[in-house]
């Protein structure tokens, strides 16, 4: 385990990717996950914030999730319990218009198999954001349509839209969203971090 998470925080795959965009920066890795995790936060990518502190969701992004989730910070970051895996595991950059670029595939396909090997003890999956939607769930639809279908992903998973503040018009237009799905995340997550696993 000790041998994966060096690899990966040491990997440079994408260096020179990285290097042409507008952002012009080095890898930095973001791994946060130990082998005894009972729940799954699967995301995009990190941002410039999280590039910078090296901590995952360590921005107004992952304020809003934990929000979501109903846990705190302390809580969101016990990697005994809670195991963050991202699409790809570096902030991919900005575009020449400051937008953030897509999670380089080479990252999933070189890491995510070997992740996803030692996480054997997994009740419970957040799926974030339509890359991962994708990756995880398969298939193509929108990611209105996915969050709007949660129920037929659970108690086993749960799709959500990205917690990005872009995102807050989105929110405004679909408020079954915090009226009906917020709650049973909440208390699924509940159940997952009070060691009950109610998955048939």
Not at 35 to 54: D, F, K, N
Not at 74 to 86: E, H, L, M, Q
Not at 106 to 114: A, K, S, V, Y
């Amino acid at each position: 385990m000790d041998d994966l998470l060096h690899q990966i925080t040491t990997c440079r795959l994408c260096a020179d990717r990285f290097r042409v965009t507008a952002s012009r920066h080095v890898p930095r890795p973001v791994a946060w996950f130990r082998p005894t995790a009972r729940l799954l936060i699967a995301g995009q990518a990190p941002g410039l914030r999280v590039h910078e502190s090296g901590k995952p969701f360590d921005d107004r992004s992952g304020d809003r999730l934990r929000d979501w989730l109903g846990i705190d910070r302390a809580t969101f970051y016990d990697r005994d319990v809670i195991a963050i895996v991202p699409m790809a595991f570096c902030f991919p950059g900005y575009d020449a218009k400051g937008a953030d670029l897509p999670p380089p595939t080479i990252c999933g396909e070189t890491w995510h198999d070997r992740v996803f090997k030692t996480l054997t003890d997994l009740q419970f999956q957040v799926i974030v954001g339509g890359y991962a939607h994708r990756y995880h769930l398969g298939g193509t639809q929108p990611v209105t349509d996915r969050v709007f279908a949660w129920r037929d992903q659970m108690p086993e998973k749960m799709p959500l839209p990205h917690p990005s503040w872009r995102n807050t018009a989105w929110l405004k237009r679909n408020p079954w969203f915090e009226t009906d799905a917020l709650p049973a995340l909440q208390t699924r997550v509940k159940e997952v971090l009070n060691g009950r696993d109610d998955t048939p």
